[in-house]
């Protein structure tokens, strides 16, 4: 039996599965890591989908300036860069979108060192979002072509629930939970 | 041919739309439910020749609305559109009669190349 997975491993995984999703669903050219965690936005929106298996909780969040976060979604929608979106929750159904599409690839790729991973639904937050004590986490910032976005993992290596606590209030427009 | 797209994200839903027009089925009548109980009342009302569905969704998932529609009798042509590609959620679906587990994220190509293969 192999060893449990850390979090190097899970924020590996969502490092490729975010490049996959970029160069698909958002038809980005060039994906590629932020020279310096001083580039990481502090004012972020994003979703967060958690991934839970038996002793293992997991979220798997995207994270971006608000302005990056409605680049992210015309990127979905095919939408012309300039072009209006019709309403904020579009961008927060797009956000949770591709943060879905982020951990099911997540959970492909770690499937066989963590089996019976179960997908949760996804939650918009904004503001800084912290862990749940005793909650590992880790991030990386990348350019999606021009725009930065972050892609986090929260990690309970003793499978107690991850619950994500932000400093401001929950955006309208998070799916299901 | 009239299809249903079921997916709780609007997004979603969208994307799915315009694949279905770049695979060149732009000729279909296309409905939407956004969860599992809303397409499992407009399949009784009016059987769709095809379901596409998520998986994960709230009030009803995508597996609990493919086994009501067979254990009702209804053998709508049913597909998965999801982010869950695991070989065991792929198993699971076929087991209940899905004809294809199409993993999210996916291309148009990727879209017509899996309705061609189950003859559509």
């Known amino acids: 039996m192999s060893a449990p997975a850390t979090l190097g491993d899970w924020i590996g995984a969502a490092e490729a599965a975010v490049t996959e999703v970029a160069t698909t669903a958002l038809a980005c050219g060039s994906v590629h890591t932020a020279a310096g965690s001083e580039r990481a936005p502090q004012s972020l929106f994003g979703a967060y989908v958690p991934l ?5 909780q997991v979220q798997i969040g995207v994270v971006a300036e608000w302005e990056a ?7 979905l929608f095919g939408m ?19 943060a ?14 963590t089996p019976g991973l179960n997908t949760g639904l996804p939650l918009c937050v904004t503001g800084h ?6 909650a590992e986490h880790a991030s990386v910032a990348l350019y999606f072509d021009d725009v930065l976005a972050s892609v986090r993992v929260l990690l309970s290596p003793s499978g107690d629930p991850v619950s994500i606590r932000s400093r401001a209030q929950a955006r309208a427009g998070a799916r299901g939970a | 041919m009239k ?26 009548e296309v ?13 009784r009302a009016a059987p769709p020749d095809l379901v596409l569905s998520d998986w994960n969704m709230p009030e009803m ?12 009798g209804r053998d709508v042509r049913f597909g998965f559109v999801t982010t869950e590609g695991t070989p065991d959620m792929r198993a699971r679906a076929m087991e209940a009669g899905a004809l294809f587990l199409l993993a999210k994220p996916f291309t148009a190509d990727d879209l017509r190349d899996t309705l061609e293969k189950v003859s559509l």
């Open chain 1, 52 to 56: 839970v298996a038996a002793g293992c």
């Open chain 2, 61 to 72: 998932s995508g597996i609990e609305l493919l086994l009501e529609l067979r254990r009702e």
């Open chain 2, 31 to 43: 409905a939407e439910a956004a969860d599992g109980k809303l397409a499992l009342d407009a399949i």
């Open chain 1, 80 to 98: 012309d860069p300039g072009a209006e979106l019709e309403a904020d929750s579009d961008v927060s159904d797009a956000l949770g979108e591709i």
């Open chain 2, 3 to 28: 299809i249903l797209v079921v997916d709780d994200s609007k997004a979603m839903r969208m994307i799915v739309r315009r694949s279905l027009r770049q695979a060149g089925f732009g000729n279909c």
């Open chain 1, 100 to 113: 879905n599409m982020v951990a099911g690839c997540v959970k492909t790729r770690m499937n066989e060192r």
């Open chain 1, 129 to 134: 979002v912290e862990p749940s004590a005793g």
């Open chain 1, 69 to 75: 976060c409605q680049a992210l979604a015309r990127a």
